[in-house]
């Protein structure tokens, strides 16, 4: 197995655990406060139904729709980088780098911290175009070689 690879399944896993955390964090509150906006959810404690989720679990809603919106782009491009072998440094430096941007934008979001989170975000964005960059240009010499 490849260094890049290794550093690659670490990150991708450390990013699962980070996700399963926010679920845990939007848990925490909603078993906390016994507030459930599904009714099923709510007759288990003997509650009613909220009509509105609490702002906490809200907020970790939207750091998980964030996520979705680049973790998925990550997994693939990471993977793509891996595959076409592309420079060990760079692609183990930028798979780190962006893992512990998400993580950081995460904590940034939960805790309201601006311009932080979008700093962080923008840490991730720019790991993302240059795994592309180097994606682009480990296909381009293949095709030239070919």
């Not at 699962?16 to 007759?43: I, T």
């Not at 693939?76 to 183990?92: H, I, N, Q, R």
């Not at 840490?123 to 682009?136: D, F, H, P």
């Amino acid at each position: 197995m490849s260094d890049s690879l290794a550093v690659y399944a670490l990150c991708v896993v450390v990013l699962f655990a980070k996700m399963l955390a926010v679920s845990c964090y939007q848990g925490y509150f909603r078993l906390r406060l016994k507030a459930f906006v599904n009714p099923e959810d709510a007759a288990v404690f003997q509650r009613r139904a909220m009509a509105t989720e609490h702002p906490e679990v809200i907020r970790a809603s939207k750091v998980w729709a964030n996520d979705l919106e680049n973790i998925p782009v990550f997994f693939a491009l990471g993977a793509l980088a891996v595959a076409l072998d592309v420079p060990a440094a760079w692609c183990m430096a930028s798979c780190v780098l962006f893992t512990l941007a998400r993580i950081l934008h995460t904590l940034a979001y939960l805790a309201r911290w601006q311009p932080w989170r979008t700093l962080f975000y923008g840490v991730g964005t720019a790991c993302l175009l240059g795994i592309g960059v180097i994606i682009t240009v480990a296909a381009l010499e293949m095709l030239e070689r070919h």
